[in-house]
Nanobody, 122 residues
């Protein structure tokens, strides 16, 4: 099982980025996938998750209405579209496979990709 996250970068406040997470060794449509971030000096926090099998999607309150999780099962890729980015969104972003429940808890995820850095700054 491997996950490869990409798409991070430097963006101005109010800008947009789309993160991608490509899976190999398994199919996303059989698992729940989550996006997490770890701001500098802070703990890792759950942003969004979705489970195709259970038909659920969850978002952290601070990103609702700005971030959208989606999948392209043909490409075995999960995306995180991030709009109206704020400086407080600056963090290393990770994708992971595990359990998608209301509280998006890192310890419920077993497989992690490497991080991709997102910096929101003018």
């Amino acid at each position: 099982v491997q996950l490869q996250a990409s798409g991070g970068g430097l963006v101005q406040p109010g800008g947009s980025l789309r993160l991608s997470c490509v899976a190999s060794g398994f199919n996303f449509d059989q698992y729940a996938v989550g996006w997490f971030r770890q701001p500098p000096g802070k703990d890792r926090e759950g942003i969004s998750c979705m489970s195709n099998r259970e038909g659920v999607t969850y978002y952290r309150d601070s990103v609702k209405g700005r971030f959208t999780i989606s999948t392209d099962y043909a490409k075995n890729t999960v995306y995180l579209q991030m709009n109206n980015l704020r400086p407080e969104d600056t963090a290393t972003y990770y994708c992971a496979v595990g359990l998608c429940s209301g509280p998006i808890r890192p310890y419920e995820y077993d497989y992690w990709g490497q991080g991709t850095q997102v910096t929101v700054s003018s």
